[in-house]
């Protein structure tokens, strides 16, 4: 999956001459944390975020009398208080990847721009997260089964064609770790898994269930 694909394309921008109030009022009436700063061209320029505003708006409401306060704000504008330290991807980047730098980095969000350097989209966490529930076919309904696996060549195959042999589909798989142990997920087409899984199970396979790390949250 490509940033390009799964990537926001309709959202809210601002421009460096937009009042910091309208801009407070856009991101009041959404959910988004921050707005992305464009000038007419879609030249990505940088960011503003509601806690950028909410440093701005204060300072001045404290310092100054209240008309003249209220005139300071209306001629405040993104340009004064916008961040520029924006990190933006382009949108042939892996998903993973972008998901990567927003984890290490600790971002709610990333610019995506195009060869030309101007902005075509915005990727964000709620997006990261339906991307999580797509990839594992929650959707999709069915079923999941987990078993843990030895790091070697063919463990998939082998399983998928357990599978395969009963006749049953698999709606998605994934791969997880956790203190060195490989865990592996597939969900599904079947309402109860039992067959398959004690099939997958006398095949030397091990099937965890949340119990079995029932310890890691009640410890």
């Not at 407070?24 to 960011?47: F, I, P, Q, R, T």
């Not at 993973?96 to 060869?115: D, R, S």
Request: charged share 25%.
């Amino acid at each position: 999956m490509y940033v390009g694909l799964k990537m926001l394309k309709d959202f809210t921008k601002v421009t460096p001459q937009t009042p910091v109030l309208d801009a407070d009022k856009l991101l009041k009436g959404s959910d988004s944390w921050m707005l992305l700063v464009v000038d007419e061209a879609k030249n990505l320029l940088g960011y503003i975020r509601k806690e950028d505003i909410a440093l701005a708006l204060p300072s001045i409401m404290t310092t100054l009398e209240k008309h003249e306060a209220l005139y300071l704000l209306s001629k405040l504008t993104v340009q004064k208080i916008m961040r520029k330290d924006i990190i933006a991807v382009h949108p042939e980047m892996e998903i993973e990847q972008a998901a990567e730098i927003m984890y290490q980095k600790n971002l709610a969000g990333l610019a995506v721009l195009n060869e030309q350097q101007k902005l075509v989209g915005y990727i964000n966490r709620s997006v990261m997260l339906d991307v999580l529930v797509e990839e594992m076919g929650l959707k999709q309904g069915g079923s999941r089964i987990v078993f843990e696996v030895e790091d070697r060549t063919g463990v998939l195959h082998e399983v998928s064609g357990i599978i395969k042999d009963m006749g049953v589909s698999i709606i998605a798989t994934g791969t997880f770790y956790h203190n060195d142990r490989r865990m592996v997920v597939i969900r599904l087409a079947v309402d109860d898994p039992c067959l398959v899984a004690g099939a997958i199970e006398r095949k030397g396979y091990r099937l965890v269930s949340a119990a079995d790390f029932e310890e890691e949250w009640t410890s």
